[in-house]
């Protein structure tokens, strides 16, 4: 349903591969989900990279004080397989 509104839209995908608040320096499996509508809405995706688990904290509703960054990383041309894809977002995303 992602994919068929994005399609109709003509947008970007903008994607959030962790599905969560981490810290900039952490790790964590990326959500698989992305690779499904990536490759059904066959558009440019444009991961961001944010450090809200520094300010913010995942398992924590208090935030502390600091800066937040938004990170707009290359966009991933549509075409890859789920491996390819996923590869290249996670090297986009922790690199």
């Known amino acids: ?8 839209e003509t947008s970007p995908l903008i994607i ?6 981490i810290k ?3 790790r964590i499996p ?3 989900g992305v690779s499904r509508i990536y490759e059904k809405a066959n558009v440019p995706c ?5 450090n809200t688990g520094d300010v913010w904290p995942r398992d924590s509703f208090l935030r502390f004080p600091g800066e937040i960054c938004i990170e707009f990383k ?22």
């Open 1 to 8: 349903k992602t994919a068929e509104t994005i399609n109709k």
């Open 16 to 21: 959030f591969p962790q599905g969560t608040r």
């Open 24 to 26: 900039n320096n952490e």
């Open 30 to 32: 990326l959500k698989k």
């Open 46 to 50: 444009i991961p961001v990279k944010l």
């Open 74 to 95: 290359k966009p991933i041309e549509p075409g890859l397989n789920m491996n390819e894809f996923m590869n290249k977002l996670e090297k986009e995303i922790y690199d």
